[in-house]
């Protein structure tokens, strides 16, 4: 940890994120070290297992957010998988949902129809939320119209787990007012669950949406039936996470 944190390297990070740091003895779940306990106003937090310089950049970003902010009630996001709770006992995130790390961050795509030419933007911000115990995903999705406007559709996803069942549920809530909840099953090193067929069910009488992972990001991509009991290919996203997402 000194070689990580020595007295140099915490100049340059003042000097770079504007956080002053101080040196502590065990603050008390040294299992857990090296700890991190971060101040704001009348509010602190733990944060464990902090044992990398990418480790500490992470946290110093989000230190600086927060001293910025004057709350800790922030989108850690990628410092979110190192908040403890000494007092619960609970583990730092829910390892059911670890296979879905992959939606985590900020993401734009361009959508491409399999029967038309026609295309739309899609952007969706994935984050840890309740101390790591669920995931929220925020989405937009951008539809031009043949009068140069733009025709766009909010949703909000919760996704979490039953930890008996290791059963994967969204609720989805739009805003058209809508709530759809989906059971999401996962193999082949992708996600998929059934849909809401395109079209209000008059051609396609199934739909069901694929999320795989992907070097840049993840896709999403979305299988209609019209009866006949085989799925083809309806739209394909292709997400890109956004780097500069800090």
Known sequence: MDSIVSNEAIDRSYREFGVPVSFTGCQGPCKQAPVL??????????????????????????????????????????????????????????????????????????GEYAMTTYKFQKEVIGTFE????????????????????????????IVGSEPSSDTITAHVYTDGGTIRDYC????NGQLHFDDVPPGHGKLWKRARKILRPTAEGFEERLEVDNGDGSFVPYYVVRMRKVEHYR
């Open 37 to 110: 306990t971060l101040r704001v106003g009348n509010h602190s937090e733990y944060f464990a297992q902090v044992s990398s310089p990418t480790d500490w950049q992470r946290l110093l970003r989000f230190a600086n957010k927060a001293a910025a902010a004057g709350t800790l009630l922030l989108d850690a996001q990628d410092a979110e998988q190192y908040r403890f709770d000494p007092v619960h006992d609970q583990p730092k995130q829910n390892i059911h949902l670890n296979h879905l790390r992959f939606l985590l961050g900020h993401f734009r795509g361009e």
């Open 184 to 187: 999401i099953e996962s193999g």
């Open 130 to 157: 309740a101390g790591g115990r669920f995931i929220a995903l925020r989405m937009d999705a951008s539809y031009p119209l043949s009068d140069g406007r733009k025709d766009v559709h909010k949703a909000l996803a």
